[in-house]
């Protein structure tokens, strides 16, 4: 079966530049969530989304950063203008979401590594 | 506000040696979900385990076991008899069951780990 799939895998662009990462997640899975990795920051979420509605963006840091899920099975995250300190990993993950019987895994794409110039 | 701590930046070991990393965390939640994931060289993190704050058992799987201990919030990883393939970054994680989703994850800084043969 198919996991997570994001892309691109890697991004290099220069500062100003309109950059989209993309996300295909797990069928069936009903929870979508974007995380960004930094050497500075960590693993943290910018947002996620639960049957394609965006529920908690607190984390998404600037109004240059947005996210859609049009439908089930894809997702986006936009930064426009990209900024050098935008420089991260950015992952995707879904999960099942919550219940009895679940572990509450979540299960991660390999990761959009961008660099911004 | 919840904060995951692990002191353990880097730990070295020769293969066959049993390796303990350390998780602390910090919630005024008296109902909260801790996990652990891996991030392997190839950069995806694997879910390993989630624990419930009302379920104090120590849990086994294989090599890896947990210690959960709420009486001093800790919730330490460890992995025995050490091959190379564990050589990763791991991360330990907390969500509070306040939030809707137990992907709405604090992720403490990760302790890299080097087994050497």
């Known amino acids: 079966d198919a996991g997570v799939i994001q892309s691109p895998r890697h991004e290099v662009t220069e500062m100003g530049q309109e950059v989209t990462l993309r996300c295909k997640p797990i069928?069936?899975?009903?929870?979508l969530f974007w995380y960004r990795q930094t050497m500075m920051r960590g693993l943290e979420l910018l947002i996620y989304f639960n049957n394609n509605v965006p529920i908690d963006d607190s984390g998404m840091p600037e109004d240059r950063f947005s996210a859609k899920m049009p439908n089930a099975s894809f997702s986006t995250l936009k930064i426009q203008p990209s900024e050098p300190r935008d420089s991260a990993v950015y992952f995707c993950?879904?999960?099942?979401?919550?219940?009895?019987?679940?572990?509450?895994?979540?299960?991660f794409g390999e990761g959009s590594r961008l660099t911004v110039l | 506000a919840q904060k995951v701590t692990q002191a353990q930046t880097e730990i070295s070991v020769v293969e066959k040696e049993d390796v303990t990393l350390d998780c602390v965390y910090e919630t005024r939640d008296t109902t909260y979900y801790l996990f652990w994931y891996k991030q392997p060289p190839s950069g995806e993190l694997v879910f390993l385990i989630r624990?419930?704050?009302?379920?104090?058992q120590n849990e086994i799987s294989g090599r890896y076991s947990w210690n959960f201990q709420k009486s001093t919030s800790s919730f330490n990883f460890t992995i025995t008899a050490s091959q190379v393939v564990d050589s990763a970054v791991y991360f330990c994680a907390l969500s509070e069951a306040l939030t809707d989703s137990w992907g709405k994850l604090q992720f403490g800084a990760g302790t890299q780990v080097v087994v050497t043969p």
């Open positions: 993950a879904s999960s099942e979401g919550q219940g009895v019987g679940r572990t509450g895994e979540l299960f």
């Open positions: 069928s069936g899975h009903n929870s």
């Open positions: 624990r419930n704050s009302f379920d104090e």
